[in-house]
């Protein structure tokens, strides 16, 4: 497989490329790693003997935060999958940037956890800064898609047939949006009201789970 | 390979497919996570100089948890296995389907790990609690087969040259008899005896396992 | 690939086939998970400021633990590589055989977790326990293997072209050596010495480790 | 795949080789597995009401131990895969050899969390242990990277086409490279400043990080 015909014809002379089904199988992996883990942050609560059902209860809010970070990942899974089907191959540049993104999606269950913690322990002090985190890390998640669209509007070389690099150029819209909204619900979870900017990350990432059908059905049409 | 050849040829115009691989690779990433997550809720016991034996002995039921739960897995990836293999494309609502499979086993070592905290060092109402939130989660988790089943009806054209419609109705009875029986269980395991329900339970992840073969005979003979 | 042509043609007409890719798929997770998985039990000690050093010293024993693992982990990896080349395809039941194969692999942690803890704060009784645990443990993850070999015999449509029935049967040699020397290395620990014990794991480990290697020389040569 | 052609033509004699991609799908996860437990290593910090943002900042070194193996890992994974892509085929000995390369990088977590410890809660003696098992770690992960290349320059037989064995010998610089610096880094953190070997080894991890690059980029001028 990779190692058998790695190499691609270059058209673009000055890019070294090489496939993309190893970048792919590595992001799969750190995917289907992350969106696991998330798991891990729901503990067996401390309780006396009798009393484990109401410690299930007092966790209830932490389950939100799974749930919340579950759908979250999977959303990041499918941009990621169609972000992938724009291009015919990969660079090292490109595997740096692909790396970054996969940072993004590593962090999550951290930023999980506080929230978790601060929406079952906290008082509103702890659930703004936990909201104010997690808005953050989403909103930073956002720049290296923004590198990875900029690049490729660069090196249209690495597009796959019958992808336009109008196509591409419009994609940036999405990880803009999502660098000043999530960045826009921090900024209310942490000044107004942690709940509101909680609302406005679930949001986001809705909108972030229908933009990736979007982006699928244009990149269909061609 | 998925960035090679995603596209595949449409015979329903309203369908948007792509191949399963991608699905599948990630998918399978999950289960294996998920089955060999649930190992790290067997902890080391507590214990003092020359009564780590006893120690483990205590922890026995734990134990029994693990090995279900390890079974329940085993049965859910054999099945999703089957499952893969009625489509020749996936859509995006396909692929949101697939991540509400996926998240019904991610969530299972938490299930597991309150089913051995309440085994170990619970009493009958812990039990009662822990059996029913395992017998909850596992009825729930028949749901987006349910939905995958539904959806396989209503789109014909994903379904595998020699599958029919006939066949992929007939195996929405499945996750209906799951729905059911775990949710039996569960009311048992609360209202009569925490270790009925679990019987239950145990009971139907075997006919999940057998009828994952019945499903795997069937779907060979056209 | 599996949805894409999963079916194989079937010269025996009771065995209903499935390619192994996604099996082989499936393993290599679940070793690779369960191989990363052992260095979480390195945990970083408690310690008084400018005590780490003597803190990390103090753990020296369950490094060797965690060594011995991870080479457990490779050496199983390795020969369950060479065990998928002896088949040309899989049916449910060797799905259930491997996932058998797998649950051996999965529990190492625990068993590596409990003689890690013996080593460093328990006394000669936690040792003895610990190494009897662990050889047990290995054990019994000699069966799964024996049963795979023993089901290839009944299934020689199963075996790869060139494989023959002379050599699978002649593979079985080595689970039950596995099973006789491991059980004995266990009661050499339990009765005798538990270092004894530990020497005799080791020793059983480079055992298959040089097997998997006369395996697959073999298996090139026919 | 591998169970469908898994044995190569083989031009050596006494090599018996088998193809790298069961190899390299092991490898991809044990690195996707890596990069991502890094994570688990964020713990919530334990916390009064209202001091949750405290908490989190006074862990701010921990969060740099993160980075730092993050993109440590994200090298080790882009040099593995250029190395990968120099090897046709693989043999058993250069399987146990990956696997010496796989512990390297199996271990990064446990000193990332001894660092990330010190770094929050420990003296300068705590954090000059620290580092020295960072770089410690760091140096004796280069040595199967050494072996590796040792093992191809003695049979080139194994050498993808237009790989030439002058190519393969000049790598040998990069892991002799690592094993010093590392190692000095090291020594420096430990007899001179923890900082300053800090440093060391972070500029050690950009030097692999560069001449991966570089030698992708020789590997591609044939």
Do not use: C
Not at 5 to 31: C, N
Not at 45 to 59: A, N, V
Not at 145 to 162: D, E, M, Q, S, T
Request: net charge positive; charged share 15%.
């Amino acid at each position: 497989m990779a190692a058998a015909a790695d190499e691609v014809e270059q058209p673009d002379a000055g890019l070294r490329m090489s496939e993309t089904d190893r970048l792919t199988a590595f992001s799969d992996g750190v995917f289907a790693i992350v969106i696991t883990l998330l798991v891990i942050e729901l503990r067996v609560p401390e309780y006396h003997k009798g009393e484990l059902l109401t410690g299930l209860l007092d966790e209830g809010a932490s389950y939100l935060a799974f749930v919340v970070s579950f759908v979250y990942v999977g959303v990041l899974w499918l941009n990621h999958h169609a972000l992938v089907r724009l291009i015919r191959a990969t660079t090292l540049a490109l595997s740096w940037i692909n790396l970054g993104i996969l940072f993004g999606a590593v962090i999550i269950p951290f930023p999980t956890a506080v929230l978790a913690s601060a929406l079952t322990h906290g008082d509103t002090a702890d659930r703004r800064a936990a909201v104010a985190l997690y808005a953050l890390a989403a909103a930073l998640m956002s720049a290296p898609w923004l590198v990875f669209f900029g690049y490729l509007r660069r090196h249209p070389a690495l597009l796959r047939r019958g992808v336009s690099p109008d196509y591409v150029r419009a994609q940036r819209l999405r990880p803009v949006t999502g660098l000043v909204l999530y960045g826009l619900s921090g900024l209310l979870g942490w000044f107004v009201n942690p709940m509101l900017g909680l609302i406005g990350v679930i949001v986001m990432i809705m909108y972030h789970a229908f933009t990736s059908e979007g982006l699928r059905r244009r990149a269909a049409h061609r």
